[in-house]
DNA sequence: AGTATGATCCAT
DNA sequence: TGGATCATACTG
């Protein structure tokens, strides 16, 4: 088994967006605030793909406050509210000018279960600790505070542990909430790990 | 300045 | 099936 290796920026600043969400499954996703280290592995992602995906925000080029750093060379965090409620973790990708993201749905947390349980208000580990996007963020300590953080820092980043999940151990299917997308809905651009119990409850509608 | 709406989650 | 809860984006 090769060291973990920090996944660099070249690894997010690829051109297909898609290609990347779906390496992503198996990769290490962690942070570690005020020396407390949390995380796990990638089981589920969301590609999306700048201005020609009606789901992205993205779409048809806006550029508002909330989305300039979709912009931005691939490799630095964007995080907003969502509902109100939930913070959402996507990663930059592609180079600068493109707006592409991939949005972090769930992984199966490896380290720091217990503050993560904490930070979740749950009595005992359960699937529900970070088995959603906004699960995830709760339980990583992410909040919109760390839109544009540099993925190569200390706070938030990806490792490569070597783990080689073959293709069809990968399910790939429709975005989840996107239905105002019209044709973009249907876009088989979800990735999960086949099986894993570590993997969103929630399903697409059409 | 007002308003509608969400890349969600959970309890009912 | 709807309520929580508010930043964002768009309208006038």
């Known amino acids: 088994m090769p060291a973990p290796r920090k996944l660099p920026d070249a690894f997010f600043a690829r051109p297909d967006v898609v290609t990347i969400a779906q390496e992503l499954i198996g990769k290490y996703f962690f942070t570690s605030f005020d020396g407390i280290l949390t995380g796990g592995m990638v089981v589920e992602t969301e590609a999306y793909s700048g201005d020609n995906d009606a789901a992205c925000h993205a779409h048809l080029g806006r550029r508002t406050k909330r989305t300039q750093i979709m912009y931005e060379h691939g490799g630095v965090a964007y995080v907003y509210l969502i509902y109100g409620i939930y913070s959402l973790f996507n990663i930059v990708t592609n180079t600068e000018g493109t707006a592409d993201a991939v949005l972090i749905r769930a992984i199966e947390p490896t ?7 904490l930070r979740r208000g749950l009595d005992k580990i359960e699937t529900r600790l970070t088995a959603g996007p906004g699960l995830v963020t709760q339980a990583l300590g992410i909040s919109t505070h760390h839109n544009g953080t540099h993925l190569q820092g200390s706070e938030i980043w990806f ?6 999940i073959p293709e069809e151990e990968i399910v790939a299917g429709p975005r989840v909430g996107v239905a105002y997308a019209g044709a973009d809905a249907l876009l088989p651009w979800r990735f999960s790990l086949k099986g894993s119990k570590w993997v969103s409850k929630a399903k697409p509608k059409y």
């Open 159 to 164: 490792e490569d542990h070597g783990k080689v």
């Open 111 to 117: 380290e720091g279960l217990e503050e993560m349980k």
